[in-house]
């Protein structure tokens, strides 16, 4: 008898093969949802070190590029220590006063999408219902900005169409 090297013909191998490939993928979306959770708590804790000393200690916007400089110096391997990004978890803190809605909602969507809100939405409740609506949707940054741009009047003739694109994909469903 001729051995078959075709792997696939072993019996259940295809489905045993798509259930790891499933289960890891599960695996590392879980773990990414949890080190950006944990990453978006550490960036509202330093914005409120920050707000509180520039509050207490009149501290300005020399001590935030000191602070960018030590922290970027102090762990060289990991990214996000810039004066401006320093600002954007100064706003958070300060936009978001209550850590309990930090931990519930704003730290289960992406850095990229708080940033884009945070310079987008003044309210609150409006906020909100856009992290609200991101995690429902599981809306990309993009769909957000689209979304965003389309409230504010701004759209160009390529937004226009790729805002008629995920419209299209959505009814789709």
């Known amino acids: 008898m001729k051995k078959d090297n075709n792997i696939t013909a072993i019996p259940n191998y295809v489905s045993v093969l798509e259930e790891l490939k499933a289960k890891i993928k599960k695996t590392q979306y879980k773990t990414a949802l949890s080190i950006n959770k944990k990453l978006i ?75 884009r809100l945070l310079d987008s939405v003044a309210k609150h409740e409006e906020r909100i219902w856009y992290v609200n609506q991101t995690i429902k949707n599981g809306w990309s940054r993009n769909v957000v900005m689209l979304l965003l741009n389309l409230k504010l009047g701004i759209l160009s003739q390529n937004m226009l169409v790729s805002l008629i694109f995920i419209f299209l994909l959505w009814t789709a469903k």
């Not at 914005?47 to 110096?73: C, M, N, P, R, Y």
């Not at 004066?83 to 992406?110: C, F, G, H, S, T």
């Open 41 to 115: 708590l550490l960036y509202w804790e330093i914005g409120a070190i920050i707000l509180t000393q520039q509050k207490e200690q009149g501290w300005g916007s020399k001590v935030i590029e000191h602070l960018s400089k030590d922290l970027s110096h102090s762990f060289p391997g990991m990214k996000g220590f810039s004066p401006r990004n320093l600002k954007y978890m100064r706003k958070l803190a300060e936009m978001y006063v209550d850590e309990v809605i930090v931990q519930q909602l704003v730290a289960q969507i992406p850095w990229g999408h708080n940033v």
